[in-house]
């Protein structure tokens, strides 16, 4: 899943407007950082294979660091505790390790069964809605959508960065998410590895838009 976990940041600023949208962003898209950043290192595996699912061709070889489920759990408690630090607000540590750990939870409805319990783990989950392109841009369409929507009507632009640094930033998403479904495999798993790092931008540029807006 991609846009689908920034829909869960933009839904979730709605719900706890006291925490950063850049903070939401990073939170949700972590586990993906993270596995981009496992890549680089070897800790971790991914191959390239067109037809692996009708909608994204990679194989998820190894990645029990940033995917298995009580890694996304230790890492859920690890930003929650990091934030309550930071900020004593203990509402929102709870909301951003919530965030953190449904990355899991949102892959699982798309990914084939490779997703492990823990490392090491024998079983692996996954529903495969990635096998279904129109299921796949379904779901994540709607969600994005929803998303979206929901921060935009619990928000105002306070000046034009305000407003159209979130309409870029919505435009881009979509644009990227067609181009992956539409566009030819990546020419290597170090492309993956190098796309996933860049999609740090994100939280920062989620969060200059938030600061030009208002309740």
């Known amino acids: ?125 996954g529903l495969g809605l990635w096998n279904s392109v129109p299921g796949s841009v379904l779901l994540e369409g709607l969600m994005f959508a929803g998303g979206v929507w929901l921060y935009a009507a619990g928000t105002r632009a306070k000046d034009a960065l305000g407003r159209y640094l979130f309409i870029g930033f919505g435009g881009f998403m979509a644009l990227v998410y067609v181009a992956n479904l539409l566009g030819p495999p990546p020419p290597s798993w170090r492309a993956v590895a190098w796309t996933g790092v860049a999609a740090l931008l994100f939280p920062f540029w989620a969060e200059w838009f938030d600061r030009h807006r208002t309740r």
Do not use: Q
């Open 1 to 125: 899943m991609f846009i689908g976990h920034y829909a869960v940041a933009f839904a979730t600023k709605r719900a706890a407007p006291k925490i950063s949208l850049g903070v939401l962003v990073g939170a949700a898209s972590l586990l993906d950082l993270l596995w981009a950043l496992f890549l680089l290192l070897g800790w971790e595996a991914v191959r390239i294979e067109a037809g692996n699912t009708a909608a994204v061709p990679l194989a998820f070889v190894h990645y029990p660091w940033s995917h298995s489920l009580a890694a996304a759990a230790g890492w859920s408690a690890l930003c929650g505790l990091i934030y309550l630090g930071a900020t004593r607000y203990r509402f929102g540590a709870a909301v951003v390790g919530l965030v953190v750990v449904s990355h899991w939870f949102l892959d699982a409805l798309v990914h084939r069964p490779d997703l492990p319990l823990y490392p090491g783990s024998p079983l692996r989950l």
